[in-house]
């Protein structure tokens, strides 16, 4: 008998939102440490896609683990992708934030082909890093997995 690798915790405490986000990608970090200056109340978590968890995560919600080509957004454990994730995310922040909310009357095909056409290109538009980053210290005490 062999002992089997033990699958990846999927616990985390879901009263908070929930980021999983590329941490190799400057434009996905840049985002991250947009919604920490904004988030006040310090309710949001985050986790890198590269993450045990956030890798287990990403495969719950059949999302590739290649290519993290999404952030995924847990919201009261409801899982958001693509624009959808950056309009739930807005949204908790409050207003004037909560605004984005407009970009939902857009048709869904055209916000994903939005979304797409910068997901794609956004290392070439952003860059890459190599790894993930140290998180500077705010951001640490909210990053799980």
């Known amino acids: 008998m062999t002992d089997r690798p033990k699958p990846p915790s999927l616990a985390f405490d879901a009263s908070h939102p929930l980021i999983v986000f590329d941490g190799a990608c400057v434009f996905c970090s840049g ?15 985050f986790a890198t896609a590269q993450s045990p968890l956030g890798e287990a ?9 290649n290519s993290y080509e999404t ?11 693509r624009l959808d994730s950056f309009v739930a995310v807005m949204a908790e ?22 979304y797409d056409r910068i997901a794609r290109n956004r290392h070439a538009l952003f860059g890459r890093k190599d790894s993930c980053d140290v998180p500077p210290a705010e951001l640490r005490g909210r ?3």
């Open 93 to 114: 922040l409050g207003w004037p934030w909560r605004a984005a909310r407009a970009l939902l009357l857009l048709p869904r095909p055209l916000r994903d082909w939005l």
């Open 57 to 65: 995560l990403f495969r719950k919600y059949n999302l590739p683990t």
């Open 31 to 45: 985002f991250v440490r947009m919604v920490v200056r904004l988030d006040r109340k310090a309710r949001f978590r």
């Open 143 to 145: 990053l799980i997995g």
């Open 71 to 81: 952030n995924l957004v847990l919201v009261g454990g409801v899982p958001f992708t």
